[in-house]
Structures are given as C-alpha cells and as structure tokens.
C-alpha cells in the first residue's frame, strides 16, 4: 500500500506541474482588443445545427440578428436534425429576416447516419456563400459585438481557425454550479492549449474557421463516422496545416453563454460523449493528458472508497484533496475572473470528491460505454 501511496504523490507532483503550466499558458494569453478602424468586409456565414430545441432557438437567432457586425455580410443557416417539437416552426417564423432552414432529412437518412451534427454542417457549408464559417448551438446566445471580434481576429492575424470562448449560464443549483467549475477549467485548459499549441482543443459552440480551409482539408472526411468532434478533430485536421494560424480568441466581448444540462443524467450523457472522442485524436498529447487525469482521479477515488472502512485513509484521502484544491485553485480561479464567475470559487472544494468521482465514471463510460444524446442512442 505504501506503494501506491508513493505513486499517488508523484502523480500529484506531475499534477502541479501541468497546472502551473496551464496557469501561465493562460495568463500570458493577451487579451484580445479590436482594431477600431477595421474594414470590415468579409462575408460570414454562422451554421446552428439544432435538433429539438423549441425553447432555446428563438434566444439564439435573436442574438445573431442583433450583431454589430453589417448585415448584408452576414448569412445565417439553421439545420434541423430530424425535431420534433416546434423548432422548424420558431425558425420558419424568421424567414422574412433571411434565415435559412435546412432539413437534415431531406439530405440524408437518419438510419444510415452516426455523425448527425457533422453532416448537418457539411451540408450547411456547402450551401454557404460566406468566406468565414462560424458555428454555435441552438441554446447559444451571443453578445452584440461577436462577429465582430471574431471577423477581426481573422483579419489581422490571417487566421484560418479560430476557438472562442464559452461560459455556461449559472442557474444557482448544485448541478449547474458543478458543471460551471468543470466548464471553465476546460475552458482554461482549451485557451492555454490552443495559445502553446500543445493539442488542439476547442467548443462547437463558438467557433470560426476559413471555408476555404475547411473544404482543403477535406472537411469532416475521415472523421465522419465518429459521432462526436465535429470541432476538436476537424481543429486537430487544419492544426497539423496550419498550427501557426490558428488562435483562441480571449475577448470578453466574444463570450458565448449557452444552457447548462438540466439533470445529471444529461450531463453525463453530454461529458460521456466528449470524452468517448479521447482515442481518436493524431495528436497523442491530448489523449496521454487525459490518461494521466484519469488514472489520478481513479487512484483518489480508491482513497475515498477505502475511506469508508478505514478512518486512516479518509485522512489520507483529504489530505490528497486539500493538495488537489491548492494544486487546481489559482488557476481555475483565473479563469473563472475573466468568465465574470469568480463567486463560484466558493464551491470550489467542497464538490471534488463529486469531480473525482465523474471525471472516472465520464472516463470508464466515454471509452468502454454507450450514452443518450438528443433521444439517441451511441455506442
């Protein structure tokens, strides 16, 4: 036992060292400003993939509408995947603001299809006349000036891909605070990777990339029978490209704010899906990290099991926690200032044995299970 002990502490000390990088990675992001006198002339073309999302779709398209940027550069294309709810009615009632509908089903058989949300966008590309794709999902809203930050990015550094931030709305429940500290360490860790160009990370829900580029690099082929990464694999494929030219864009202004799941079921569901992706990355660097998380988190999670039969390892077990707290702390909270979320710190130690705990289960269930996602079964 004193074995594992030991490899548990050096597991630790690697830990603190990754954090620490994470940390600096972030703060040494620069914080983007815009170029005032910007000429802006690119034609922009955002895709919402949307599937079942009545209450959420109107929200969304609203935000879009609203943008700072020009209007007659900007293309909106909705495409539904197979609702059925009252999404294809709530988008139909935007026609006169030119928003395009897309029926998935008119495009391609449900029955023979496993990566939905890719062929949606494929098919949304295609049918593009913008120079500049942008994607969110349909429970998305978008501050005024997004397209605009996103459009200047693009412009002055030449980029090809851009990942931009996303924070989820704080909706005060327990499962919702949760899944706030776990989004924005992710997010922490996707600026920080994207900045050094470690692995490429990003979101779906706010993300931009040349069309040009998407059709070079043969788009979603290769990848489009995965169910998920419609956004990491297809960065992983123009990174190995273009590494140089792509970019997280850190603008408070570009901020996406999108709807936590609303039961613990769906967001294992949601997190079991990322993880299932974990093996399927060329670049090896992001899957050994997440070996490396996961492999810790399954040895604390032994502490804590063992805990419950010996007062002697609860000790262990918290001392280990208070180590992972302090190792975690400074860096999360980082993130959490520039998502306006610092306040959820509080929470901060008091939910990881809970993290522990799903970062295990998402793990095992990503690899070797199946999960629910929009009342569809994967495996």
């Known amino acids: 036992m004193y074995i594992f002990l030991f490899t548990v502490l050096l597991l630790l000390l690697a830990y603190a060292i990754l954090m620490g990088y994470y940390n600096r990675a972030w703060n040494s992001i620069p914080a983007y400003v815009n170029t005032p006198s910007a000429t802006l002339s690119v034609k922009v073309t955002v895709i919402v993939p949307a599937r079942n999302e009545e209450k959420n779709i109107g929200n969304c398209l609203t935000s879009i ?7 007659n550069l900007l293309e909106v294309i909705v ?3 197979h609702s059925t709810d009252r999404t294809v009615e709530i988008v139909q009632s935007y026609k006169r603001l030119s928003i395009t509908l897309i029926r998935l089903q008119e495009y391609a058989d449900e029955k023979h299809l496993t990566a ?4 949606a966008i494929e098919i949304a590309i295609k049918k593009s006349s913008g120079e500049l794709i942008v994607t969110t999902d349909a429970d998305c809203v978008a501050p005024i000036n997004w397209i605009y930050q996103i459009v200047d990015l693009y412009i002055q550094r030449k980029a090809v891909f851009i990942a931009a931030p996303v924070k989820l709305v704080d909706r005060r429940s327990l499962l919702s605070i949760f899944q706030s500290l ?3 360490t992710m997010q922490g860790i996707t600026g920080a990777a994207v900045y050094k160009k470690i692995y490429p990370m990003c979101n779906g829900a706010n993300l931009a990339y040349s069309k040009k580029v998407f059709e070079e690099v043969d788009g979603f082929k290769g990848v489009d029978t995965i169910a998920s990464g419609d956004d990491m694999l297809l960065m992983q494929k123009v990174s190995m490209k273009y590494s140089e030219r792509v970019y997280f864009l850190k603008s408070k202004d570009a901020i996406v704010e999108t709807e936590p799941a609303t ?6 569901n949601q997190r079991v899906r990322w993880s299932s992706k974990a093996d399927k990355y060329d670049n090896k660097n992001i899957f050994l990290t997440l070996l490396f998380v996961y492999v810790l988190n399954f040895c604390l999670l032994i502490f804590l099991i063992a805990s419950f039969w010996t007062v002697d390892w609860l000790f262990v077990f918290l001392i280990f926690i208070i180590a992972k707290t302090i190792i975690e702390f400074q860096f999360v909270q980082s993130v959490a200032n520039f998502f306006g979320q ?3 710190m509080r929470y901060f130690f008091i939910l990881q044995p809970l ?3 799903y970062i295990v289960i998402a793990g095992t269930l990503g690899k070797f299970g199946s999960y629910e996602w929009k009342n569809r079964k994967v495996k």
């Open 65 to 71: 509408l609203h943008q700072s940027y020009p209007s």
């Open 79 to 81: 495409v539904d995947d």
């Open 116 to 119: 939905h949300k890719k062929k």
């Open 182 to 184: 776990d989004f924005i």
């Open 263 to 268: 039961t613990w079921k769906s967001f294992l």
């Open 342 to 344: 610092a306040y959820l």
């Open 355 to 357: 993290h522990i705990a």
